[in-house]
């Protein structure tokens, strides 16, 4: 997969300072020019003097809006439904739930799929995380948070260790034991701390690290074997409900959107906001990066799903119908990015063509409201889990 | 956000989106329409090895039941 994020690969002399440096690509009076971000930074901070009031502040604000709008519409030469008409449109769709797993006492909030396409870990609001094999729907292992409400869950890239956390206000890692016996809560480590919910956690490429969202309106990277916190993310007006890393290599940027209907694009390294993307108009519940990292999807309570291009800075697709009422918490692509799996409040699970825009099916089965959709990373089967206390495993 | 009376604090604030917006307005964006040529080609090159998408032999996938039972 080509490794196509937004921030710059590119390495070396700034045209500014001339050190080595990762480069950000930008435009200085219309000529390209690649400075480091620290030379960015002070070019931007230029004229902010202490003697400006909030009124020129303001309306030089107001301009900036207006010039981001203007510099943004002028690219939106066409839309991607146009570009994509002469594609064969997709056949009938046969999805059906494989597996139901049952087991959990109350809502399913959230969750994760582990590397080796076959286990699952979820988490519910009584407090229980579940570990389950997916082929035989056995339970492998089973905690019980000291708090209730366990809105985030994942599983460490090692397969050997869950990630979770919610209305206690931290994100505690579990390494799992081959021992089933075991206590798994007396090896419980605290990572995160946050002073708000924690509404999503990611392990990064390694299990070493953790990113993580809160109700607190920020973002932070942590290392979890000291529990330092290695960077914070400022930049959201309200809470910040879902997070999603970039799937390159490298990873350095990730995608994240909360209350105040906008959707923020990260430097892991910096902690600078890159872009920023403010078209909904209500709550985005989760955003997930489409599978080139070039562009990413969000789900919203304002009943619409949308598609926004990194390279176009801009929206790109709205995937909505009039007879969608209710909010969609949990999108995630298909593996090859054509199929957008959104998960919605109406009980019902739909299937979009992400570049025609159309739907192509509607899945039902939960008795409750979707809360999590997620795809397995080899692509063959998709799970959801719901309010009805219940996983789904289609395929 | 907290509403404080002294006013450095939301001169502050303000300034930060400031500097947040020239920042934004001046990275390199691309035409609509290339952009969308790439994610239609990603998908059309990507297409064929998404078993979602194209299905795939029930013996292959391990969450569907195979169609022939082998008892005898």
């Known amino acids: 997969m080509c490794d196509q994020t937004f921030l710059a690969i590119t390495f070396g002399p700034c045209d500014n300072c001339s050190q080595n440096k990762p480069l950000m690509n930008i435009y200085l009076k219309n000529e390209p020019i690649n400075y480091c971000s620290l030379c960015v930074e002070l070019m931007a901070c230029q004229g902010l003097a202490k003697g400006e009031t909030i009124h020129t502040l303001k309306t030089e604000s107001e301009t900036l809006k207006a010039k981001l709008e203007e510099e943004r519409a002028k690219l939106h030469d066409v839309e991607l439904h146009q570009v994509a008409e002469k594609i064969e449109a997709l056949g009938q769709f046969v999805m059906k739930t494989r597996r139901t797993l049952k087991g959990h006492g109350n809502k399913v909030l959230c969750m994760d799929w582990c590397r080796d396409k076959r286990r699952i870990v979820s988490s519910s609001q009584d407090g229980k995380v579940i570990v389950w094999d997916a082929y035989t729907t056995n339970k492998e292992h089973a905690v019980t948070m000291p708090c209730t409400w366990v809105m985030a869950c994942a599983y460490a890239p090692s397969g050997c260790a869950v ?233 | 956000m907290s509403n404080n009376n002294a006013s450095s604090s939301s001169v502050a604030v303000v300034q930060k989106a400031v500097k947040q917006l020239r920042l934004e307005a001046k990275i390199r964006r691309i035409n609509v329409s290339q952009a969308a040529t790439d994610l239609k080609n990603f998908c059309l090159q990507n297409g064929h090895k998404d078993p979602l998408l194209v299905g795939v032999p029930s013996s292959d996938n391990p969450f569907r039941p195979p169609k022939s039972c082998g008892l005898l």
């Open chain 1, 163 to 395: 990630a979770c956390g919610g209305l206690d206000n931290k994100c505690s890692v579990y390494p799992l034991s081959l021992d089933k016996n075991e206590n798994l809560a007396a090896k419980k480590k605290s990572v995160a701390m946050h002073t708000n919910y924690l509404s999503s956690c990611s392990f990064t490429n390694s299990d070493m690290q953790i990113l993580t969202s809160s109700g607190d309106g920020t973002c932070a990277l942590w290392d979890v074997e000291s529990g330092q916190l290695l960077q914070s993310f400022h930049g959201h007006s309200a809470d910040v409900l879902s997070l999603n890393l970039a799937p390159s290599e490298t990873g350095n940027t990730f995608v994240s959107g909360g209350c105040d209907k906008k959707a923020n694009v990260w430097d892991m390294r910096s902690g600078q906001n890159v872009q920023s993307f403010e078209t909904h108009e209500s709550d985005i519940n989760c955003v997930k990066y489409y599978p080139s990292g070039d562009a990413f999807a969000t789900g919203s309570d304002d009943a619409t799903c949308r598609l926004y291009d990194l390279r176009a800075d801009r929206e790109v697709a709205i995937y909505s119908k009039e007879s969608i009422i209710f909010g969609a918490s949990s999108v995630d692509f298909s593996l090859s990015g054509r199929l957008l799996f959104a998960g919605y409040n109406d009980y019902t699970i739909n299937v979009w063509d992400v570049l025609k825009g159309t739907r192509v099916a509607i899945l039902f089965g939960h008795e409750n409201r979707v809360s999590t959709v997620r795809v397995s990373p080899d692509g063959t089967a998709f799970c959801s889990g719901s309010w009805d206390s219940t996983l789904r495993i289609w395929a």
